[in-house]
């Protein structure tokens, strides 16, 4: 035959399958092994100890204006109630064992204290809305000549020298009612700016004294009772942020 001892030509026998030689997917990846699990460490911590309950008591004198600092001190502690305790400016110092810190008035000489003082207040002189003094923008020792000056049973500015004027025939007052007595055109007052707006009136207007003797507010404390709560609030009143250092 003519066809026979021919190889069949490329392509033919289109019938017949044709076997792949594909390894199975299996074998192109083979298992892998697990991996050993490791058991995990577990450390109980202990469970922080729950603060006693507690409450900052400052004490302050009339005039003080600690509401910045009370606000800061509520962000930054507020689990720890800040209890605002007034006090007189007399008996400051008795006062401070009732309290952990106070805004105090110097002088207050004690080396069993801490004292950072804070600011200075400008002595203003009160008298009647319609007293000839208001008509100046500032006032002198000089321009005080012949006023009738009130004492005070409350004073924190002390003695000092007002040459000219005249003491009041009545007895003195404490601040509050000395200020109602000056509305009225008796005589005049002289206080710390912040005392004369504490007792603010309307028949009443105040002036600052140019040359006259300030009063500085303290921030006082017992040395012996430098507490943690009370290095917070010495932070504060320095202007410490949280993160600051000491």
């Known amino acids: 035959m003519a066809n026979q001892g021919r190889r069949p030509a490329k392509g033919a026998g289109r019938g017949t399958p044709v076997r792949r030689n594909k390894a199975a997917p299996a074998e192109r990846f083979p298992p892998q092994k697990p991996k050993k699990k490791t058991a995990k460490v577990v450390f109980d ?10 409450t900052f008591r400052l004490g302050a004198v009339p005039g003080a204006t600690p509401g ?23 008996t400051q ?7 952990d810190a106070a805004l105090v008035r110097l002088p ?29 923008e500032k006032l ?3 321009d005080l000549e012949g006023e009738v000056v009130i004492g005070l049973t409350d004073d924190v ?25 000056a509305a009225s055109g008796v005589g005049i007052v002289i206080v710390p700016m912040s005392l004369a707006r504490l007792h603010h009136r309307k028949d009443a207007d105040h002036r600052v004294l140019d040359g006259g003797p300030e009063s500085t507010v303290a921030l006082v404390w017992p040395r ?23």
């Open 68 to 90: 910045k600092w009370i606000s800061a001190w509520k962000q930054r502690m507020p689990r720890v109630p800040l209890e605002l305790v007034p006090i007189e400016a007399a």
């Open 157 to 181: 500015l002390g003695t000092f020298d007002l040459p000219g004027t005249v003491p009041a025939a009545f007895a003195a007052l404490p601040t509050e009612e000395a200020i109602a007595t």
């Open 45 to 54: 911590a202990p469970a922080p100890e729950s603060e006693e309950p507690r």
């Open 140 to 142: 002198t020792a000089a």
């Open 108 to 136: 207050l000489a004690d080396d069993s204290l801490h004292i950072i003082a804070l600011y200075d207040e400008v002595p203003v002189v009160v008298a009647a809305v319609d007293s000839h003094l208001m008509a100046a």
């Open 93 to 99: 110092r008795a006062a401070l064992d009732e309290v």
């Open 224 to 246: 012996d009772r430098t507490t943690p709560d009370v290095e917070t609030f010495v932070g504060i009143v320095r202007g410490r942020t949280a993160n600051s250092s000491r």
